[in-house]
């Protein structure tokens, strides 16, 4: 395509390079949750932000750039599928994962009804599958 | 409801009922009166059999239920050989019916059980014995009533039963969820830590962090499955195990502040003459941590933890400056399952206030809060302060 390549937005690596770091939002209102999982996303090259309540995610992911969103289901202010909502309504398009200490057949039931995926806190291997399958996002168009 | 007499004691022509229907009504009130008294469904089918085998003299009596609408089969028996054991009426398994014994009478009534919309729920049997005679036409006309009253009462509460069972059931699952998130909290980090120390490629600094938030989340986890076998042995009436000694109070405080401090600032402070209190102080630091836990989730700022003493008592205070509790708020507090009306979205089972005060009454001690709305709550121990004598030196 030959439509000039604008100015990259803050914080992400110029387009047209081979790759382009995802930028995740870790919303969990257990500190040490977020450590862990901070630390192993880190370790596969995604840049993380975080917050500790419902607001707060709300707050990051209106400031754009958040190419994933993970939310834990049990916060104070929103649950992670109230935040859900609030930022479809608001066309927030990005990916939004639910990744909760506790999976019921309902709260399963009301992730797909949103189109979102529910992943159990004790897997935190999934939780990086899963994000890893957004990687593509990142990548510059191809030519044609 | 239709009553027929037996032969030709119709109405007489003075229009006064003849004594035999009058007794037929006054047996059908007090019977129905008797099914009545009770508010179980099974307890009824009992009170059916032993009302109809009254009524009629008969010799064995089944009443049972079966309908299909998830209830569940229930089956009551009566026997005139069973007497003896002060009317002892048994409930019996799925598909009891008359025993062939009891079929070898001369007589057998079966009246159906109904709802209130005609569907069939099941049915009341009565025999009698081979040396008994048979059934009368008055028989059979009481115990269509009696089994007509019955109906009435037993799928009311049928119908009530089903509907406290499915909201028990309900409260259950919403218990047991907020157990199970309770402990896939530190689960989850103890396994992402583990991954980590695992695959081995981290420096000193990260290595030392995890330690550290994987020692605290495996006492998080001891704490939890602690405070529910707490619970259990409530739940049972059974004893806490408890070992109370004399305990440095202060000491008790900081292990459990350090607990927390990674996460907010907590400030500690004791009376210079503290004596140390008699509590067993692995229990005093579950309370401790509990509290504290309580005040980092409805507060923001800085906790304070402060010993004082107060006449011959030891008192621990954790205060926080959060929302605060209103009056109606506190008077539950340290009920069994309750939990705070800011508590939406948080995690919790509402059982560490009830099990937390649990543990201080079996020590002896007290726990009491006391609020201003808006300023902050301040959770008070006490505790009967060691004597002299029993101060380690």
């Known amino acids: 395509m030959g439509v000039p390549v604008p100015d990259p937005p803050a914080g992400r690596v110029p387009g047209g390079e081979a790759f382009v770091s995802l930028r995740v939002l870790l919303a969990d209102d257990e500190p040490d949750v977020r450590m862990v999982v901070r630390m192993q996303l880190e370790r596969r090259g995604w840049d993380v932000e975080e917050a500790s309540s419902g607001y707060e995610a709300l707050e990051v992911c209106r400031g754009g750039d958040v190419d994933v969103a993970v939310l834990d289901q049990r916060m104070g202010g929103f649950t992670g599928m109230e935040v859900a909502d609030i930022l479809r309504r608001e066309s927030f398009e990005s990916p939004i994962i639910i990744f909760s200490a506790y999976l019921d057949p309902g709260l399963e039931a009301d992730a797909a009804r949103r189109d979102l995926t529910a ?18 996002v990142g990548e510059p168009p191809k030519a044609g | 409801m239709k009553l027929t007499s037996e032969g030709g004691d119709g109405l007489s022509a003075t229009n006064v009922p003849p004594r035999r229907d009058i007794d037929h009504i006054r047996a059908l009130t007090s019977a129905s009166a008797r099914i009545n008294e009770h508010l179980a469904v099974d307890e009824m089918l009992v009170e059916l059999c032993r009302q109809a085998a009254r009524l009629t003299g008969a010799s064995s009596a089944v009443a049972s239920i079966d309908a299909d609408d998830g209830y569940g089969e229930r089956t009551a028996r009566w026997s005139a050989e069973d007497r003896a054991e002060d009317d002892l009426l048994a409930l019996e398994g799925p598909g009891a019916d008359l025993r062939p014994e009891e079929m070898r009478g001369r007589g057998w009534l079966v009246a159906p059980l109904l709802t209130r919309e005609g569907r069939n729920l099941g049915a009341v049997q009565i025999a009698r014995s081979p040396d008994h005679g048979g059934f009368s036409h008055r ?92 619970f259990s042995r409530l739940e049972s009436s059974r004893q806490l195990l408890l070992r109370p000694r004399p305990t440095d109070v202060v000491a008790v405080m900081e292990q459990a502040v350090e607990l927390f401090a990674h996460d907010r600032e907590l400030v500690i402070g004791a009376d210079s003459d503290l004596p140390w209190a008699m509590a067993d102080p692995e229990r005093l630091q579950q309370v401790l941590v509990n509290l504290l836990s309580n005040a980092t989730k409805y507060s923001d700022d800085r906790i304070r933890v402060v010993a004082r003493r107060v006449g011959g008592e030891v008192a621990v205070d954790v205060i926080d400056q959060g929302r605060g509790i209103d009056e109606d708020e506190l008077a539950n507090l340290f009920r069994k399952f309750h939990r705070g009306t800011n508590s939406a979205g948080t995690d919790g089972t509402g059982l560490g206030l009830y099990v937390s005060r649990a543990l201080v009454e079996a020590q002896g001690g007290t726990l009491t809060a006391t609020s201003t709305p808006g300023w902050g709550c301040r959770f008070r121990i006490r505790l009967p302060a060691a004597s002299r004598g029993e101060r380690p030196s």
């Open chain 1, 119 to 136: 992943i159990p806190k004790t897997d935190i291997s999934a939780l990086l599958t899963e994000i890893a399958t957004h990687e593509e």
């Open chain 2, 139 to 230: 028989d059979e006309a009481l115990l269509e009533s009696l089994a007509h009253i019955a109906s009435v009462a037993i799928d009311k509460a049928r119908v009530y039963e089903m509907a406290a069972a499915q909201e028990l059931a309900q409260f259950r699952e919403e218990i047991l969820a907020g157990i199970s998130h309770d402990m896939q909290t530190p689960l989850a980090t103890i396994t992402g830590i583990v991954d980590m120390l695992v695959e081995g490629t981290l420096d000193e600094e990260e290595e030392n962090a995890l330690h550290r938030t994987l020692q605290r989340q495996n006492r998080n986890l001891r704490a939890l499955v602690q405070q529910f076998l707490d």
